[in-house]
């Protein structure tokens, strides 16, 4: 199964084996995390599988999760670092998914490493081999509906809707889904929503969300053959909005031969 397939596949999972992954799988996944195309390429990652088999690492959180392997991505702190962080970090969930293994995202969680020159740990993921069902049914997914994250202006094909039921599972903090759409027959304006979150750590992790949702439009786009340019426009810019801020604007069109 490819990463499309696996956005109504994947589920969060806390409850792990301590069982070792093979070492060639280990190694894949970082090639693959690096292979990942970023939002934002010019901002300098690192990603480090931390081992945790024997439960010894110092891992400290208010949602910490006991596993086997932790995945850590250090970054830049440069303006959109948190966007790319979860626009890098999805497929490299999705992919872990596919490969049979279970994988959770970890919000204020703390793993005591030595930090590598320039960068900060972001975000760190929790795997290993799942103690429950590693897939779901995309049905059962806590999720609002389209009608209520969506304002429909055009009617929308049939890719354009599958692109939208990919970005609806997408996951989030606190599962707020803190994103709303406007959505034309080739265009998508994307907009933040104005939680009140209790602490700026909760807020950076809505914006390591809203790029989770980002990659869940772009792996769509790629998988029904459209081409999907990301663009802040400044007139949308420029204006205030009640319940919420403009993000960017998702130019759909089909790609060209």
């Known amino acids: 199964m490819n990463l499309y397939q696996m956005i109504f ?8 084996k301590k069982e070792p992954v093979p070492d ?19 901002i300098s990652i690192q990603m480090e599988i931390c081992d945790n088999l024997d439960g010894k690492l110092p891992v400290s959180g208010l949602w910490k999760v006991d596993a086997p392997y932790y995945l850590v991505l250090y970054s830049e702190e440069k303006e959109g670092y948190l966007l790319n962080a979860g626009y890098t970090m999805e497929p490299i969930l999705l ?23 320039g960068l900060k740990p972001v975000i760190a993921i929790a795997f290993g081999y799942p103690k429950t069902l590693l897939y779901r049914d995309p049905a059962t997914a806590r999720r609002l509906p389209l009608k209520e994250l969506c304002i429909f202006k055009e009617e929308a094909g049939e890719p354009m809707k599958n692109i939208l039921k990919a970005i609806r599972l997408s996951p989030s903090i606190m599962n707020t889904q803190p994103w709303r759409f406007i959505v034309y027959n080739d265009k998508i304006y ?3 929503c104005k939680e009140i979150l209790p602490s700026p750590h909760l807020i950076s992790l809505r914006e390591i969300s809203l790029g989770i949702m980002l990659s869940h439009l772009s792996i769509a786009a790629e998988e029904m053959w459209m081409n999907v340019k990301l663009e802040v426009e400044e007139a949308m810019d420029r204006k205030s909005y009640k319940s919420g801020s403009y993000v960017s604007t998702a130019n759909v069109k089909e790609y060209r031969s």
Do not use: H
């Open 95 to 117: 992919y872990m998914t596919a490969k049979g293994l279970g994988t959770c995202y970890l919000g204020n969680t703390k793993i005591s490493r030595l930090e590598p020159p």
């Open 9 to 16: 596949k994947r589920r969060t999972i806390r409850k792990l």
């Open 190 to 192: 994307i907009f933040s």
């Open 24 to 42: 060639q799988l280990l190694k894949d996944i970082l090639y693959f995390g690096n292979c990942v195309t970023r939002l934002y390429p010019e």
